[in-house]
């Protein structure tokens, strides 16, 4: 079944011929005619007939015309109410890792609920592998992620913002008085760590391992949250690596201590992960306009 067949029928019931028919749909007589023959083959018969008096509808064409009406009109109606919701909603689930959801997406998705009032905004906070994960399975409509992306498949990756892991310590630790240390004064130090398919766990193991730090890097204590392991720093059971992006009010206020580290620096991409869909929704267009503006 072909909508615009269904179009043209009522148009020419209406219009009382196939050429005032095309001309208000703007097409040619001919194609008018081929849409009319169209459904007549779907439904096996004459729908109207055409003598000297003009048109007149068969019972077939009587029987036909108010369903005809109605999946037009009802089209209609699923047109203007999707452009409705394109215009001023529609529903979006964001997936992003700890640092990213925690950190860096509030104050956009609260400029994307100003732009979108009526628009069902929901966020998901996990691991990196936990949130590609729930991309490929469609329980969210778009990823955040960090660190190293393995085996993406059919979803695009695209690069968004920078970051910059730093070692971070309590104000009471050696080391928040020595100013710049080498990567060697790390040895035997306990070192706090996100749990395994931590997006910055597996960046910071990279790149000590890469440094020579001999693997494995010893971890004193795994922690599911970057907060966690702000309040184990704070309270003097390790030192650990942290995105600049979680810890600017403690630095400031001198709760944790930033500490330089001689030819050794972390840095990492933020990736926006998508799986490629054929009609992407509105809003989730509209939501990569304002990652893109972010990370201008």
């Known amino acids: 079944m072909h909508m615009e067949s269904h179009e043209v029928f009522c148009a020419v019931v209406e219009y009382g ?3 005032k028919a095309a001309l208000a749909l703007h097409m040619t007589q001919s194609t008018a005619s081929r849409h009319l023959q169209a ?4 439904y096996g018969g004459l729908l109207c007939e055409r003598s000297a008096l003009g048109l007149t ?28 919701l394109r215009q001023e909603g529609g529903d979006i689930v964001v997936g992003a890792t700890l640092t990213i959801g925690e950190y860096v997406l509030p104050g956009i998705l609260g400029k994307v609920r100003k732009c979108h009032p009526n628009a069902d905004i929901r966020m998901r906070i996990s691991n990196t592998a936990g949130i590609l994960e729930d991309l490929q399975r469609h329980r969210i409509d778009i990823a955040l992620v960090e660190g ?6 059919e979803l695009r990756v695209t690069c968004w913002r920078m970051d910059e892991l730093v070692l971070v310590c309590g104000q009471d630790h050696p080391f928040a008085a020595c100013g710049e240390i080498h990567l060697r004064d790390l040895q035997g130090q306990p070192l706090l760590m996100r749990e395994e398919g931590s997006g910055t766990r597996e960046v910071t193991e990279m790149a000590l391992e890469n440094a020579g730090f001999l693997p494995p890097v010893p971890v004193a204590m795994e922690l599911g949250s970057i907060q966690a392991i702000k309040s184990a720093i704070e ?17 400031a206020s001198r ?12 840095t990492r991409n933020l990736f926006i992960v998508e799986r490629p869909e054929r009609y992407a929704k509105w809003i989730v267009k509209s939501f990569l306009q304002f990652l893109q503006s972010a990370s201008a």
């Open 17 to 19: 011929s196939v050429t």
């Open 39 to 42: 459904l007549e083959d779907e």
């Open 57 to 84: 509808l068969t019972p077939l064409g009587r029987a036909l015309y108010p369903y005809s009406c109605d999946l037009v009109n009802c089209h209609a109606r699923s047109k203007e109410e999707l452009l409705r």
């Open 148 to 153: 190293v992306i393995h085996q993406p498949g």
């Open 235 to 251: 309270a003097g059971l390790g030192i650990a690596f942290l995105s600049k992006l979680t810890i600017e009010e403690e630095c």
């Open 255 to 266: 709760r944790l201590i930033e500490v330089p580290l001689r030819d050794f620096h972390i």
